[in-house]
């Protein structure tokens, strides 16, 4: 039996969908320090913030489960109630380890605040490298950030501590937001269902032409 799973068709579905929950939802239920794995509901559009191969990914969760076999469980995996589930804040390799160890019961940590709150805590806890963290990935963390409501977005300074980015690669990814919101008649939701990626690829091209291919996107992740 797998653990079920609701998967958003876009990050911005998915934001919407957490603070509408979070603004008018229920109370959340008193709990011990464990739930049971079936009631851990994944958003990875929104909270995983990292990609790692599927190789490592692998590796990583059957290394994982093979010491849940032998001690019952690893670290908790932050959870947090949205006003409607517990979703998995930070540790979804080790949620997957469970599922593969055949172990029920999970050890948890809840952590409270607001949505935005969670998604700098995820990109905080995902800074620490259980897997590396790499530039890309850091940039990709970066932009769920950017993409926020200007009214919740970190600062660049706030945004470079959490990712790891630089404050120059962060300002260049404000402008790009702006100028596709502001001048290329996008909607904010749009632009955050878009990855960093696409969303530099996009503006470049319609602003100063087609950009050149991966090497030239290799070059301005870096930058």
Same mark, same amino acid.
């Given at each position: 039996?797998? /653990?079920?799973t609701k998967?958003?068709?876009?990050?911005g579905?998915?934001w919407?969908?957490?603070?509408?929950a979070?603004?008018?939802?229920?109370?959340?239920?008193?709990i011990?320090d464990?739930l049971?794995?079936?009631?851990?509901?994944?958003?990875?559009e929104?909270?995983?913030v990292?990609a790692? =191969?599927?190789?490592?990914?692998? /590796?990583?969760?059957?290394?994982?489960?093979?010491v849940?076999?032998?001690?019952?469980?690893?670290?908790? *995996?932050s959870v947090?109630?949205?006003?409607?589930?517990w979703?998995?804040?930070d540790?979804?390799? @080790?949620?997957a380890a469970?599922?593969?160890?055949g172990?029920e019961?999970?050890?948890?940590?809840v952590?409270?605040g607001a949505?935005?709150?969670?998604? *700098?805590?995820?990109t905080?806890?995902?800074?620490? =490298? /259980?897997?590396?963290?790499?530039?890309?990935? @850091?940039?990709?963390a970066a932009?769920?950030?950017?993409?926020?409501?200007?009214e919740i977005?970190p600062s660049?300074?706030?945004?470079?501590?959490?990712?790891?980015?630089?404050?120059?690669?962060? #300002?260049?990814?404000?402008r790009?937001?702006?100028?596709?919101?502001?001048h290329?008649?996008?909607?904010?939701a749009?632009?955050?269902?878009?990855?960093?990626?696409?969303?530099? @690829?996009?503006?470049?091209?319609?602003?100063d #032409?087609e950009?050149?291919?991966?090497e030239w996107e290799e070059?301005?992740?870096?930058?």
């Amino acid at each position: 039996m797998k /653990r079920p799973t609701k998967k958003t068709p876009s990050r911005g579905k998915a934001w919407a969908k957490l603070t509408k929950a979070y603004s008018g939802g229920k109370p959340q239920p008193s709990i011990g320090d464990s739930l049971s794995l079936w009631s851990i509901q994944i958003i990875p559009e929104v909270f995983q913030v990292r990609a790692p =191969n599927e190789a490592d990914s692998i /590796r990583h969760i059957t290394d994982l489960a093979g010491v849940i076999k032998a001690q019952g469980s690893v670290d908790p *995996i932050s959870v947090w109630w949205s006003g409607a589930e517990w979703v998995c804040i930070d540790g979804h390799h @080790r949620l997957a380890a469970y599922e593969k160890a055949g172990v029920e019961q999970v050890k948890v940590k809840v952590e409270v605040g607001a949505p935005q709150a969670m998604l *700098i805590l995820a990109t905080n806890e995902n800074k620490k =490298n /259980r897997l590396h963290m790499g530039t890309a990935e @850091r940039a990709e963390a970066a932009w769920r950030l950017t993409c926020l409501p200007e009214e919740i977005r970190p600062s660049k300074k706030d945004t470079a501590a959490i990712t790891g980015l630089g404050t120059s690669a962060i #300002g260049n990814q404000r402008r790009v937001h702006a100028s596709l919101t502001d001048h290329h008649d996008y909607t904010a939701a749009a632009v955050q269902d878009m990855t960093w990626w696409a969303a530099r @690829r996009l503006e470049k091209g319609l602003t100063d #032409g087609e950009p050149g291919g991966q090497e030239w996107e290799e070059r301005e992740v870096e930058e």
